[in-house]
């Protein structure tokens, strides 16, 4: 990370520096480094103490990161990086007009985080992307299953090693009604039933 020029103060970078200094001081080895890009700042994070984190980001109100951007991964295979994924979590303060990455670093056999999902509940559906196009694991999501391919769908296709050129058929037809929540099945009656029909 670039310090601040001496005699600099108040400004972004000054803030960016402040809020890794905070994290460190707060969360201790777990914050394990973070770098500056750009103008935006990443902070990696172990994941014993991610959810705790990510926790404080959203619900200080210093900090108040209350918009979660995306929940993706990062696959180095390609690079021998050891651990082998990331996953990122994309983050904006509305209030503070701020922003911010956190990255969890994960072993090829044990790529899990818990869910973010009591933090934000927009969190569901990228988890469940990262979930599908990657593996990994969100321990304790309500719902953790395929949203991009269908449920027969062997593999993850972001992987580094997933086969280009392999090729799934839908052996059966998706029943839309067995999938969907209660809450749209409940609905089913107006407009959209066409949609959900068996």
């Given at each position: 990370?670039?310090?601040a020029?001496?005699g600099?103060?108040?400004?972004?970078?000054?803030?960016?520096?402040?809020?890794?200094?905070?994290?460190?001081?707060?969360?201790?080895?777990?914050?394990?480094?973070?770098?500056?890009?750009?103008?935006?700042?990443?902070?990696?994070?172990?994941?014993?103490?991610?959810?705790?984190?990510?926790?404080?980001?959203?619900?200080?109100?210093?900090?108040?990161?209350?918009?979660?951007?995306?929940?993706?991964?990062?696959?180095?295979?390609?690079?021998?990086?050891?651990?082998?994924?990331?996953?990122?979590?994309?983050?904006?303060?509305?209030?503070?007009?701020?922003?911010?990455?956190?990255?969890?670093?994960?072993?090829?056999?044990?790529?899990?985080?818990?869910?973010?999902?009591?933090?934000w509940?927009?969190?569901?559906?990228?988890?469940r992307?990262?979930?599908?196009?990657?593996?990994?694991?969100?321990?304790?999501?309500?719902?953790?299953?395929?949203?991009?391919?269908?449920?027969?769908?062997?593999?993850?296709?972001?992987?580094?090693?997933?086969?280009?050129?392999?090729?799934?058929?839908?052996?059966?037809?998706?029943?839309l009604?067995?999938?969907?929540?209660?809450?749209?099945?409940?609905?089913?009656g107006?407009?959209?039933?066409?949609?959900?029909?068996?």
């Amino acid at each position: 990370m670039t310090p601040a020029a001496p005699g600099a103060g108040g400004g972004p970078l000054d803030d960016r520096l402040d809020l890794a200094l905070r994290l460190s001081e707060r969360f201790g080895g777990a914050v394990r480094g973070a770098e500056e890009f750009r103008g935006d700042l990443a902070v990696t994070v172990a994941r014993d103490r991610l959810h705790d984190v990510l926790a404080m980001l959203r619900c200080e109100p210093d900090l108040d990161f209350a918009f979660l951007m995306d929940v993706t991964a990062v696959d180095h295979l390609a690079w021998g990086r050891i651990p082998r994924f990331d996953v990122v979590y994309h983050l904006y303060s509305l209030t503070h007009h701020r922003r911010l990455r956190v990255k969890c670093p994960l072993e090829e056999g044990d790529a899990w985080v818990p869910t973010a999902t009591d933090v934000w509940q927009g969190a569901d559906w990228f988890e469940r992307e990262a979930w599908d196009m990657y593996g990994i694991v969100f321990e304790g999501h309500p719902n953790l299953r395929r949203i991009l391919c269908h449920e027969d769908f062997e593999g993850h296709p972001l992987r580094k090693d997933f086969p280009a050129d392999k090729r799934f058929f839908l052996p059966r037809p998706a029943n839309l009604r067995e999938q969907a929540p209660a809450w749209v099945r409940e609905r089913a009656g107006g407009p959209a039933a066409g949609l959900i029909s068996d």
